[in-house]
T-cell receptor
Framework: SQTIHQWPATLVQPVGSPLSLECTVEGTSNPNLYWYRQAAGRGLQLLFYSVGIGQISSEVPQNLSASRPQDRQFILSSKKLLLSDSGFYLC????????????FGDGTRLSIL | DQQVKQNSPSLSVQEGRISILNCDYTNSMFDYFLWYKKYPAEGPTFLISISSIKDKNEDGRFTVFLNKSAKHLSLHIVPSQPGDSAVYFCAGNSGGSNYKLTFGKGTLLTVNP
């Protein structure tokens, strides 16, 4: 079976500090990978997705970037965090092909002080 | 523009009764719809999906109904159990691609014993 791991579960960072959130998937190969954010009182918003190693598509221009150095590893980064980057960050994977559900990790609660 | 709307932020039902969660969408290009359940401090868990070529899909206690002309879908849970208490999100996907899910803001379901 497939599993997805995200860490850390919670993170408190000062404004202006860098960020690196990691996500790994097990039990599958060549999955599609996604980063979402849920801000307070809002729905899930797609930030980035990847259909293969080194292939990153950005949905929302912002202070964040993503990378996929390995097939089942997806990293969300920032060089300098802003207060507005606070939120709940979720990684997800799906099989390739149309009409496939996305399966989420347990998320990282990021608080910027 | 909120393309997926869950107009009821919360719903309370008695154990054993039916729970009906509603979702409206505006994007006529959506051809695949999903429901997710989310417990606090966890990522969303995929529940059930439906393709736009169908009007009903059933999986155990969960049934999703799609009314394309009204751009409306609903999730029925019968019978409701206290463990069903969670936030439920609906999501839509367009173009047969599986990378962009547009989520509603969620409905908090409370099932009372």
């Amino acid at each position: 079976s497939q599993t997805i791991h995200q860490w850390p579960a919670t993170l408190v960072q000062p404004v202006g500090s860098p960020l690196s959130l990691e996500c790994t998937v097990e039990g599958t190969s060549n999955p599609n990978l996604y980063w979402y954010r849920q801000a307070a009182g809002r729905g899930l918003q797609l930030l980035f997705y990847s259909v293969g190693i080194g292939q990153i598509s950005s949905e929302v221009p912002q202070n964040l970037s993503a990378s996929r150095p390995q097939d089942r590893q997806f990293i969300l980064s920032s060089k300098k965090l802003l207060l507005s980057d606070s939120g709940f960050y979720l990684c997800a994977w799906s099989w390739t092909g149309g009409n496939q559900p996305q399966h989420f990790g347990d998320g990282t609660r990021l608080s910027i002080l | 523009d909120q393309q997926v709307k869950q107009n009821s932020p919360s719903l309370s039902v008695q154990e054993g009764r039916i729970s009906i969660l509603n979702c409206d969408y505006t994007n006529s290009m959506f051809d695949y719809f999903l429901w997710y359940k989310k417990y606090p401090a966890e990522g969303p868990t995929f529940l059930i999906s439906i393709s736009s070529i169908k009007d009903k899909n059933e999986d155990g206690r969960f049934t999703v109904f799609l009314n394309k002309s009204a751009k409306h879908l609903s999730l029925h849970i019968v019978p409701s159990q206290p463990g069903d208490s969670a936030v439920y999100f609906c999501a839509g996907n367009s173009g047969g691609s599986n990378y962009k899910l547009t989520f509603g803001k969620g409905t908090l379901l409370t099932v009372n014993p």
